[in-house]
DNA sequence: GCAATGATTTACT
DNA sequence: GTAAATCATTGCC
């Protein structure tokens, strides 16, 4: 079942991240399901420099951050890559989710057929950039509602023990100073398809 | 209006 | 391990 409403309008961001993972992002592409079991996340709010919506700054890009929760935040990146984010809390609260790789569940083949040629199967979704590309998502996406049919979240009942889950530095944002340090990316302890 | 730059990936020295 | 690819958005002129 999809994760409802409720789910994404909580204010604890990083709780959201954490019980993001063992959930399945699916996506469909001209009536081609794609999806992928939530395997890596970071947590990303407007009150740390890691953000593109620290200090309540809106501009066009992120405008839909500072929407209610539940919309997904598709932002390019580098020029050549899209990331998705899952915007949390409500209103003007600039909180998001950062997916950053999945374990493909659904429509293998279309994956691989978007992807190309690849030298190993679990660099498929194993990456921000990489899973995007793999479900078919692009920019366009920006602002697409996770309870619609194009792009959403199903719980699979499946229970993630708390010992599974482990906490690290977010990566790549160096630039964000002390707020680097922060723990709030999550990964699912010894899964293959975490990025590096 | 224009230059600087980044929540990355890939291929090559 | 390092560097190049590549472009929308941002922030300054």
């Not at 409403?5 to 009536?31: C, H, M, P, W």
């Not at 990489?130 to 009942?157: F, H, M, P, S």
């Amino acid at each position: 079942m999809k994760l409802p409403e409720s789910f994404y309008q909580r204010n604890n961001v990083v709780r959201i991240a954490r019980e993001l993972l063992g959930k399945v992002l699916f996506t469909n592409v001209d009536n081609v399901v794609t999806g992928g079991m939530i395997v890596e996340t970071e947590a990303y709010s407007w009150k740390e420099r890691g953000c593109h919506a620290y200090g309540a700054r809106k501009t066009k890009r992120n405008d839909i951050m500072f929407a209610h929760g539940g919309h997904a935040y598709v932002y390019l990146c580098y020029g050549m890559h899209h990331m998705v984010n899952v915007v949390t809390n409500t209103e003007d609260q600039a909180d998001a989710v950062l997916i950053r790789a999945v374990e493909p569940v659904a429509g293998l083949t279309y994956m691989e057929d978007r992807r190309g040629r690849l030298s190993n199967k679990f660099h498929l979704t194993s990456g921000p950039g990489k899973l995007t590309k793999a479900l078919g998502i692009d920019r366009k996406w920006n602002g697409k509602y996770l309870l619609d049919d194009e792009i959403w979240i199903e719980d699979t009942g499946k229970v993630i023990p708390a010992k599974a889950i482990e906490a690290s530095p977010r990566i790549g944002i160096d630039y964000a100073g002390d707020d680097a340090a922060l723990p709030w990316r999550f990964t699912l302890k010894g899964n293959l398809w975490i990025s590096r």
